[in-house]
């Protein structure tokens, strides 16, 4: 998978030719709010496509177990690390009749039982006992846990709902596969999370982190001041590049950003303990990829920071917010660090969460039949346009069959 065009170099420069092909047009806003959309996008995107859903560190030895909760499927996912360390998912639900398995959503289990029945299972899905079996009329091979699709890259982990998927994740990632193990994310043996809720379309939310144009207007305490400067005041990124589905951009660095007095005595202990550990100098800091449908990473100066939305409905939606960290805190300096890191992260959200539902409620009344984009907000208008590729090829899909 290649760039599709070799962008213009520098903030505000001009799109190039892929980004005109794109459209300049105004967008349709229904997709934004309708429930019939929706439906649509759950089916067409969510249900076939590689969905980032936490990182390998959340398993770290034979027996490990995390389960997550995919609301637009109505699906819990249990993923689980084998006696032989593999890596395993399934459908969360026991085989018998469909009781939901596991009610933790994380530990330490070499097996799983049933509440309901006491059906046993191995972590590789295996049904290993239940009770008066013989009276059955299957076998125990029969009724191993439904599995999903899982896989690894940069040690973040992915699942697939498609039963059979079209292609596999690093054909999928594409030439983002290469570039992310050279991040420090795939030894990353801890992390900083913050999750929420918000009264927003899936695009809407993850549009906000598409574009910098609202820095200035947003954030002009909390986290606008190293990506927007005197020479670049709407922080316009150097460049972009399109593949396929996917997209980047390289975020444009304020020489000279105005840090506030917390900002500076937290950079100024985290930053020794980085560069300590030789995190600070990858080839990627200033870099955001954004995977289709809902993931976008940033390489960022520090560690990489990873932000995914999963859809609840047509206007509610999940995200979660990661700092990936190698290695313990060696001492309350760099804890201090870590955490004010996290804390800028969720201040900078609480000011974009406000103006986000703000949106919501206003396309909600329908009173816009289209939004309107410019130059500079070429990445969102890409993600809706494969978007709605996906749903029109679904349409087709399914009309054909019906035919």
Not at 191 to 214: G, P, R
Not at 263 to 279: E, T
Not at 320 to 336: C, F, H, K, T
Not at 387 to 396: F, I, N, P, R, S
Request: charged share 20%.
């Amino acid at each position: 998978m290649r760039p599709m065009n070799t962008p213009v170099t520098g903030p505000g420069a001009p799109p190039g030719e892929e980004a005109l092909a794109l459209g300049t047009g105004p967008v349709p806003a229904g997709p934004y709010y309708r429930p019939e959309y929706f439906e649509l996008e759950r089916e067409a995107i969510f249900r076939r496509t590689w969905l980032n859903i936490g990182h390998v560190c959340e398993l770290p030895a034979a027996g490990s177990f995390i389960v997550r909760q995919l609301d637009f499927a109505n699906a819990s996912i249990l993923i689980t690390r084998g006696k032989d360390g593999v890596v395993r998912a399934f459908h969360n639900v026991c085989t018998h009749r469909g009781t939901q398995l596991v009610a933790e959503q994380d530990g330490l289990k070499s097996t799983f039982t049933c509440p309901y029945h006491a059906w046993t299972f191995s972590n590789d899905g295996q049904l290993r006992a239940a009770p008066d079996f013989e009276r059955f009329y299957v076998d125990k091979a029969q009724c191993s846990l439904p599995a999903v699709a899982v896989d690894v890259c940069a040690g973040l982990l992915f699942v697939n709902l498609d039963p059979s998927p079209k292609q596999g994740l690093r054909e999928y990632l594409g030439p983002f596969v290469e570039q992310w193990e050279t991040l420090p994310v795939g030894d990353a043996t801890t992390f900083s999370e913050y999750v929420y809720e918000i009264d927003a379309n899936w695009k809407l939310t993850y549009d906000n982190f598409q574009e910098n144009y609202h820095l200035r207007f947003i954030h002009p305490r909390s986290g606008g001041g190293g990506a927007v400067g005197p020479d670049n005041p709407f922080g316009y990124p150097m460049d972009y590049k399109f593949y396929g589905e996917h997209r980047t951009q390289t975020i444009w660095t304020n020489p000279a950003p105005k840090l506030s007095p917390a900002q500076m005595v937290a950079f100024g202990k985290l930053v020794p303990a980085l560069m300590q550990r030789g995190l600070m100098n990858h080839p990627y800091g200033r870099a955001y990829w954004a995977v289709f449908p809902n993931l976008f990473m940033i390489g960022t100066p520090t560690q990489p920071f990873v932000h995914y939305v999963m859809p609840i409905s047509a206007t509610r939606s999940r995200g979660v917010i990661r700092i990936y960290w190698v290695g313990e805190d060696m001492n309350a300096s760099e804890r201090y660090g870590r955490e004010f890191s996290m804390a800028m992260a969720r201040d900078v959200h609480s000011e974009d969460r406000v103006v986000i539902e703000a949106g919501q409620r206003g396309l909600n009344s329908g009173a816009l039949e289209h939004i309107h984009l410019q130059q500079q907000e070429v990445l969102l208008r890409h993600l809706m346009y494969h978007v709605d590729a996906k749903v029109q090829a679904y349409k087709a899909e399914q009309a054909g069959g019906a035919a």
